[in-house]
């Protein structure tokens, strides 16, 4: 049995990484999906992948124009939003003393503007399908950041904040939606094989980061994309306002240590 | 589509009623072979019966999870009937009278926290003995809303489910290199015998549901469906985390 049969889903960043598997294992589980981002070459190639399942939205985040216009999209092609996962973002890593305000105010309105929007607008979408569920992707970073993470840790903390007063607010406003967040660590997308591709010593990079975790592992698309599947389904049907880490046990870690922990 | 836990060898504790019960018949209907562990036999041989009767496989064990010797025993029946152990739930867990610290009696403190705390270490020993054997395994602890939030009350409980999750965290780092993953899972208040037993008041039933801001209790099938998520291989690189299924109750 399918677990998604019948929904309607949105995936912000949904052309590439975490988005992109997250829209794969969707449409494979039943589920009709909207692939919003910023890069139309890549959200339609994968749209036109999943089929009659796809569409493509074009979405800046940070766009409240966009936002309406896109959810207006999916309405208007399959009905109502069922379900919202955000997980377009940005991750450029500096210190504090390194970090420019622009890049602040560039991780913040990605991270925050962007989640804030998009609970906006899909809470108004879902009540006319009379339920919903929010799956907003933050990080380990929102959580314990690191040294480079001032921008990035501190965007994805707004982000939960949003994550939690949406839950409540739903929850006490009797609406059926619910609003959780899922926090990865290092994962196989093209933002880290980036990273790693551009260090001096790849495979260094690559055990440094697997090292971080217990599981002495970096995790793959598929298995954060399993975490957002479950929230999203109704088998998550009594969670809200949580924060799940898929993380490789990473945050449990007393002594974490390396380059880019 | 193939079931989740085909073949996988389950021990769950406290399994005869509540949430362990459906835990129990849940992960059959997924395939798996259940050992549907209690205190009391009698019951844990009534579920297993049913399970089978429901085509699933099951047996029933007799344990109190208080005595390292049940325990080990537990597990070396699952292993000798069915070769082997992937998977865990500790689910076994009391409470007490509710009262005021200064109120509370030392029996009481000594009979939850030997379920609560020591059971689930003696069954994390046990099931990670055998499954260091065996390359790997996942481990349920039964932890709680409670072991993020307080209640008023229940501060041997409190403390419990506080024990429950830093004890699953540590073992979640001890472990993981060994492809061992133990998580703890957080129920808010939900609809089983021992919160019917506890709280039977409409008005304090109210009070309960309202501490959620979903506003409702729980059903036992909710929580046994994010037991099975940690269990399965859908949950592969989640290990260390409490995982809160409570209607949004600690996110306030």
Request: overall charge negative.
């Amino acid at each position: 049995m399918a677990r998604l049969n019948g929904k309607i889903a949105m995936i912000t960043g949904g052309a590439a990484g975490i988005g992109a598997g997250v829209a794969r294992m969707f449409a494979a589980e039943g589920a009709r999906v909207a692939i919003a981002d910023i890069d139309a070459a890549a959200g339609t190639a994968l749209a036109a992948e999943l089929g009659e399942r796809g569409i493509f939205c074009p979405l800046d985040v940070t766009s409240e124009g966009d936002w309406q216009r896109a959810i207006a999209q999916v309405e208007e092609a399959f009905g109502p939003l069922d379900i919202l996962v955000q997980s377009a973002g940005i991750s450029r890593p500096a210190h504090i003393e390194a970090a420019s305000l622009d890049e602040w105010r560039a991780h913040m309105s990605v991270h925050g503007e962007g989640a804030f929007l998009g609970c906006k607008y899909a809470i108004q979408s879902m009540k006319k399908a009379g339920a919903g569920s929010i799956v907003n992707i933050s990080s380990v970073e929102s959580i314990r950041p690191g040294p480079l993470f001032v921008c990035y840790g501190a965007a994805k903390a707004a982000q939960d904040a949003i994550t939690k007063t949406v839950a409540l607010h739903c929850g006490e406003q009797g609406y059926n939606i619910r609003c959780n967040s899922v926090h990865p660590a290092a994962t196989y997308t093209p933002l880290l094989e980036q990273y790693l591709k551009s260090a001096p010593d790849p495979a260094g990079l690559e055990a440094i980061y697997a090292g971080m975790q217990p599981l002495n592992r970096i995790a793959t698309v598929e298995e954060v994309a399993h975490a957002v599947l479950f929230l999203a389904s109704d088998d998550a049907s009594f969670m809200t306002g949580h924060q799940m880490y898929v993380d490789g046990g990473v945050l449990a870690k007393p002594y974490p240590k390396g380059e880019g922990a | 589509m193939s079931r989740e836990l085909e073949n996988k060898v389950v021990l769950i504790t406290g399994a005869a009623s509540g949430i362990g019960a459906a835990c129990a018949e849940l992960f059959a209907r997924e395939g798996a072979r259940v050992g549907v562990a209690d205190v009391s036999l009698d019951a844990a041989d009534a579920l297993a019966a049913a399970i089978r009767e429901a085509g699933g496989e099951a047996i029933g064990i007799a344990c109190d999870v208080t005595r390292g010797a049940q325990v080990d025993a537990a597990v070396a029946q699952l292993v000798a009937t069915w070769g082997r152990l992937d998977c865990a739930v500790n689910n076994a867990g009391i409470t007490v009278p509710l009262a005021p610290i200064a109120e509370l009696e030392e029996a009481d403190y000594e009979r939850l926290m030997a379920v609560n705390v020591k059971g689930v270490w003696l069954s994390m020993r046990a099931e990670i003995r055998q499954m260091l054997t065996q390359g790997g395994g996942s481990i349920v602890n039964m932890a709680s809303a409670l072991s993020h939030k307080v209640h008023p009350g229940a501060s041997f409980y409190v403390a419990s489910k506080f024990a429950v999750a830093g004890m699953t965290r540590t073992a979640a780092v001890e472990y993981g290199e060994s492809g061992i993953r133990i998580n703890g899972l957080c129920p808010g208040n939900i609809r089983t015998p021992m919160l019917e037993n506890a709280v039977t008041d409409p008005a304090a039933v109210a009070a309960l549901q309202a501490l959620h801001p979903m506003n409702r209790l729980g059903t036992p099938g909710e929580i046994a469906q994010a037991a099975l998520w940690l269990a399965s291989d859908r949950a592969s690189f989640t290990t260390g985390a409490l995982l809160t299924a409570d209607g949004g109750w600690t996110a306030r």
